[in-house]
C-alpha cells in the first residue's frame, strides 16, 4: 500500500467534511493573533505556553501539517512569512482562504513530511508541527528534514502521540470495563488488521526515536508538556494523557 496516498486520500476526505483538524480559526483568535497573543495547538486542549512563541514577527515559519485553516493564517496574523506544507490540497486551500479572508498570505505547498525538498536548508526561523507524525511509518526522517530546514537558533514545536496509546485496543469500552494490553510496541493499523478504508492509517513511534532522534540531528529539548483528549474520542482519555508535546531548538 501506498501509505502517503492513501492518507492524503483520507485528508482530503476530512478537510471536505469539516473534521475538528479541518476547522478553520475564528475571526477572535485572528484578531488576539494580530493584537500578539497567538493561541497556537501543537495538542488537541492545551495551547502552546506564551514563551515558546516569543519573536514571532518577521520570523519566517513553516507550519507542518497543521491543520486546515488553523496554526497557519494565525502565524500570519502574528507578523510571520509563513509556508504551509501538508499531504492534503484541501486543507491547504483552508489555509489560504482563511488568511485571504483576514488580509494575509500563507505560502502553500502539497508534500510529505519526510521529505522537505521543496526548500533550501537554514530557511526558517520556526517549525511548527501539531500532531500529524502519527500518521507517517517512520519519524526519523522527518525529524532530520526539520533540522536541515531550520536556522541555526530556530526553534521546533512538535505535538506527538503518547506511544502508550497504542498499546490498546481503540474500541470502545463499557463505563464498568478497563483497557487491556493488546498490542506489542511498535505497531500500526496495518499489523493490527485495522479497517482503514475510511480513514488515514497510523502508526506508533518509539520514545527513543520521538526524542532521542530529534536530539541525534541537533534539535535540543527545551520544552515538554502533556495534555488529554477527550473521552468521546477515546475511553483512554480516563487513565493516561494521550498527547505529548515538545519545544526544541536548532544547535548553531
Not at 9 to 37: C, F, H, I, Q, Y
Not at 40 to 57: E, M, S
Not at 146 to 168: D, E, H, I, Q, S
Request: with cysteine.
Amino acid at each position: 500500500m501506498d501509505v502517503f496516498r492513501h492518507n492524503q486520500d483520507a485528508w482530503n476526505r476530512e478537510a471536505r467534511a469539516g473534521e475538528r483538524w479541518s476547522t478553520p480559526v475564528s475571526e477572535a483568535a485572528l484578531n488576539a493573533a494580530r493584537a500578539g497573543r497567538p493561541e497556537i495547538f501543537l495538542t488537541p486542549n492545551r495551547p502552546v505556553p506564551g514563551p515558546w512563541l516569543d519573536a514571532l514577527p518577521g520570523s519566517r515559519v513553516l507550519a507542518l501539517a497543521s491543520g486546515g485553516g488553523q496554526q497557519a493564517p494565525l502565524l500570519a496574523a502574528a507578523g510571520a512569512e509563513v509556508w504551509s506544507l501538508d499531504a492534503s490540497l484541501e486543507q491547504l486551500r483552508l489555509d489560504q482562504a482563511t488568511a485571504a479572508r483576514a488580509g494575509y498570505r500563507v505560502h502553500c505547498v502539497v508534500g510529505d513530511m519526510a521529505d522537505l525538498g521543496a526548500f533550501p536548508s537554514d530557511l526558517f526561523d520556526w517549525v511548527i508541527n501539531p500532531v500529524s507524525t502519527v500518521f507517517v511509518p517512520e519519524v526519523r526522517p522527518v525529524w532530520r528534514e526539520v533540522a536541515r530546514v531550520l536556522k541555526p537558533g530556530g526553534r521546533f514545536l512538535t505535538g506527538v502521540m503518547n506511544p502508550a496509546f497504542f498499546l490498546f485496543d481503540h474500541d470502545p469500552l463499557a463505563p464498568e470495563q478497563r483497557p487491556e494490553v493488546r498490542y506489542a510496541l511498535p505497531t500500526n493499523d496495518l499489523l493490527e488488521g485495522a479497517d482503514v478504508s475510511a480513514r488515514a492509517i497510523e502508526f506508533s513511534h518509539s520514545l527513543t526515536d520521538l526524542i532521542a532522534g530529534q536530539l541525534e540531528v541537533g534539535l535540543a529539548l527545551e520544552g515538554f508538556f502533556e495534555d488529554d483528549w477527550d473521552d468521546d474520542a477515546s475511553p483512554l482519555n480516563r487513565y493516561f494523557p494521550i498527547y505529548l508535546a515538545m519545544h526544541s531548538r536548532k544547535r548553531g
